[in-house]
């Protein structure tokens, strides 16, 4: 059982492939990736975005949904040392949709 009695479906989030997001400038994106990270604190989804960048293929499109504020706020500076870019911050609902590109 996962924090706040969520529980994962596996030990290192869901990561599934999905369709599209649109950001906040109105711009659509399609997203290669989702990475689970509701229900987890610091530093957990900062780790989990690591990963998933690290596995990504270039050009790939990640969508981390995070619902702690301060995973939400580090993720972003976190992207040119991945070597990734950070391409806008959804509000969905209960959760933040972060949306990474890796370069």
């Excluded at 996962?2 to 950001?23: A, C, E, M, Y």
């Excluded at 990475?35 to 900062?46: A, E, F, L, M, T």
């Excluded at 995973?71 to 976190?78: F, G, K, L, V």
């Amino acid at each position: 059982m996962g924090l706040f009695g969520r529980k994962k479906s596996n030990d290192g989030g869901d990561v599934q492939p999905q369709g599209s997001i649109t950001l906040e400038d109105g711009s659509s994106v399609s997203i290669a990736q989702v990475v689970d990270c509701i229900g987890d604190s610091c530093p957990r989804p900062q780790l989990m975005t690591k990963k998933a960048v690290g596995n990504a293929a270039s050009g790939d499109v990640i969508e981390v949904r995070i619902d702690n504020p301060t995973s939400m706020e580090a993720i972003p500076p976190m992207m040119p040392d991945l070597g990734a870019r950070h391409l806008g911050t959804v509000k969905s609902g209960r959760y933040w949709s972060v949306v990474v590109a890796k370069n």
